[in-house]
C-alpha cells in the first residue's frame, strides 16, 4: 500500500505554514508523497477574493520544485460543495492500493464533530493533526498528532495584508506572491518594486 497524505483546503493563498505541515507530515510518517487538494466550495468557509482556477495555479505554483509534493485537482474538477467525505470514497475507488492520511490543522482537529459524515469518514482515512496556537487539539476522534514547529499564520490575515498594502513576503513562496501581484487579488495592485526578487 502507498502512503499518500491529503492537504485539503481553500489555499486562498497557499503560504508557507501549508508547506510546514505538508512536508512534517511526510517526514513523520513516512509517506511516499503529500498532495495539495484546493477545495472547490468549502463547507465551512467563504471563499472570496479568487477564483477557484487561480488558486489552483497558486497551490501549484507553491509547490513547484518539491518532489513530495503533488497537485491534486479533484475537487476543482468535481465542482459543487468539497465534501470530504464524497470526495475520499471516489478517491479510495481511483486508488484502491493506497492508503490515504488526511492532514489537517489545530482549528480543523477540534471541529472534525461537524464534518460531513464524519463517523464514515473516520473510518476511510487516517488524520493526521498538526498543532496551532491558540487550539488544544481535542476531539472525540481518532487523530494522529504530529510533532511540528508552529507558525501563526492564516490565509485570511495574508489576504488582510494585501488588503492593506503591508508585505506578505516571507510569508508566501515568491511565485505565489507574484501571482497576487499579477492577477491583482485581494485588494491594491503592489508596487512591484516592493517585492523584487533578486536576479540570479
Not at 508585505?167 to 492577477?183: C, D, G
Request: glycine content about 8%; cysteine-free.
Amino acid at each position: 500500500m502507498r502512503k499518500v497524505g491529503i492537504l485539503g483546503g481553500t489555499f486562498n493563498p497557499p503560504h508557507l505554514g501549508h508547506l510546514i505541515m505538508a512536508n512534517e507530515a511526510f517526514h513523520s510518517i513516512g509517506l511516499d508523497e503529500v498532495r495539495f487538494m484546493p477545495n472547490f466550495i468549502a463547507p465551512h468557509k467563504e471563499v472570496d477574493g479568487a477564483g477557484a482556477e487561480q488558486r489552483l495555479e497558486m497551490a501549484r505554483l507553491a509547490i513547484a520544485g518539491y518532489p513530495i509534493f503533488r497537485l491534486e485537482d479533484f475537487e476543482i474538477r468535481q465542482g459543487g460543495v468539497s465534501f470530504t467525505y464524497d470526495t475520499m470514497v471516489k478517491l479510495i475507488e481511483r486508488e484502491p492500493e493506497t492508503e490515504f492520511y488526511f492532514i489537517i490543522g489545530g482549528d480543523s482537529v477540534e471541529g472534525l464533530p461537524t464534518w460531513h459524515r464524519i463517523d464514515e469518514l473516520a473510518e476511510l482515512v487516517r488524520f493526521v493533526g498538526i498543532s496551532r496556537p491558540g487550539f488544544k487539539n481535542e476531539t472525540p476522534y481518532p487523530v494522529l498528532m504530529i510533532d511540528s514547529p508552529e507558525i501563526l499564520l492564516s490565509s485570511t490575515m495574508l489576504r488582510e495584508r494585501v488588503a492593506a498594502g503591508r508585505t506578505i513576503s516571507f510569508l508566501v513562496p515568491k511565485k505565489v506572491e507574484a501571482f497576487i501581484r499579477k492577477e491583482q487579488l485581494y485588494g491594491p495592485k503592489h508596487d512591484a518594486s516592493e517585492s523584487e526578487e533578486t536576479p540570479s
